[in-house]
């Protein structure tokens, strides 16, 4: 009974919320909607959203931010309503089979949309091509994206990039870099000790647990003095607007107080290259660590990144954990500017 009550109540909230956010738009007098927005831990892409706010008001763009949760199925409302010639979709890495809930709901923006501009701030894009249900989905995707007349994605990583060249060659795709790699990060100047492991759980994971134990092994065995402790780049709550820049910035601290990082998140192995923390880097399913190390790895040498865990060992002894680095991001800033010279 008490948890109908409490499911009850949230709805209520929830409807409350939304139809709050639909009033504030209407009275907004802004450049852009930036929908998608996530609500959700991880913090990845909560820090995909701050350095996308931190371009647009860097070129004093307003715009209106729209938390996913709230616009969720309400996309033809906001379009009946907009005013706006360019709606901005929020960057990560949901588009595709992977996270079809996502899918679905940049499809049905695509559907309301299709009298607007559409820019996705840059994006990875799996589907599955292998079994007869992934290309079902792909194909339902497909003719939604091709039939919007003024749809432009930005990528990431040229392996979405190829994909989607092959096989929807007609949808405007431009290849930049993740936008967490443009943000600006203080120098924390802590004194780092101990070494940090931050590991995928969910679907993206493509280690086994064999694996991480013996990297563990390699890692004790020649750092036995040095500490080993656990995080993950999400966490298990909600992070509205307002504690963005908080949550973020306390997981860029933790980072900067390690001498080292093992990582097989993308943005675990962005924040420690942000942070100037040596990292190993080990690839996900679906590839887009490995594709976005590319953007990295000739100025920031002091992040590595790995294949095959036979190879493991003799990265970590390539790496100097004493050294004292700073992260470089001017290649990342001039190969991002396509993203700006389109909301111009």
């Known amino acids: 009974m008490l948890k109908f009550a409490n499911r009850v109540k949230h709805e209520i909230v929830h409807t409350i919320s939304q139809k709050k956010l639909l009033r504030d738009y209407k009275k907004s007098n802004t450049n852009f909607l930036l929908l998608q927005i996530p609500e959700h831990g991880n913090l990845g892409d909560q820090a995909i959203t701050l350095a996308e706010e931190r371009w647009l008001e860097q070129f004093s763009f307003k715009y209106f931010e729209a938390p996913a949760e709230l616009t969720d199925g309400k996309e033809e409302t906001y379009a009946k309503v907009s005013t706006h010639q360019k709606i901005l979709v929020h960057g990560g890495g949901f588009l595709g089979s992977l996270w079809p809930v996502e899918e679905y709901r ?20 799996t589907f599955d091509m292998k079994t007869d249900q992934g290309r079902s989905f792909f194909e339902e995707s497909r003719k939604v994206y091709t039939s919007h007349p003024n749809l ?60 991480t134990n013996n990297i563990y092994k390699v890692v004790s065995e020649k750092y036995p003095s040095e500490k080993i402790a656990f995080t993950d780049t999400v966490v298990p709550y909600e992070i509205k607007k307002g504690r963005r820049q908080e949550e973020v910035e306390a997981k860029f601290k933790e980072f900067a107080q ?12 962005v924040f420690a290259a942000l942070t100037g923390t040596p990292c190993i880097a080990i690839g996900n399913s679906n590839g887009k660590v490995k594709g976005v190390y590319q953007w990295i790895k000739d100025k920031n040498t002091y992040v590595k990144y790995v294949d095959d865990l036979n190879d493991f060992g003799s990265t970590l002894s390539q790496l100097n954990l004493d050294k004292k680095y700073r992260y470089d991001k001017s290649d990342c800033i001039q190969n991002f500017q396509p993203v700006i010279e389109l909301l111009c």
């Open 106 to 125: 940049f499809r049905r923006i695509l559907r309301a949309f299709k009298n607007q501009r559409v820019i996705v701030f840059p994006q990875t894009i």
């Open 152 to 211: 432009t994605i930005f990528l990431r990583e040229t392996k979405s990039l190829n994909f989607m060249r092959e096989h929807m060659p007609t949808v405007d795709v431009r290849l930049v870099p993740d936008s967490v790699t443009t943000l600006d990060v203080q120098d924390y100047n802590f004194d780092r000790m101990g070494i940090l492991f931050c590991l995928r759980s969910d679907k993206e994971k493509n280690i086994s647990g064999e694996g």
């Open 258 to 269: 390690s001498k080292l990082v093992i990582t097989d998140r993308l943005h675990g192995m």
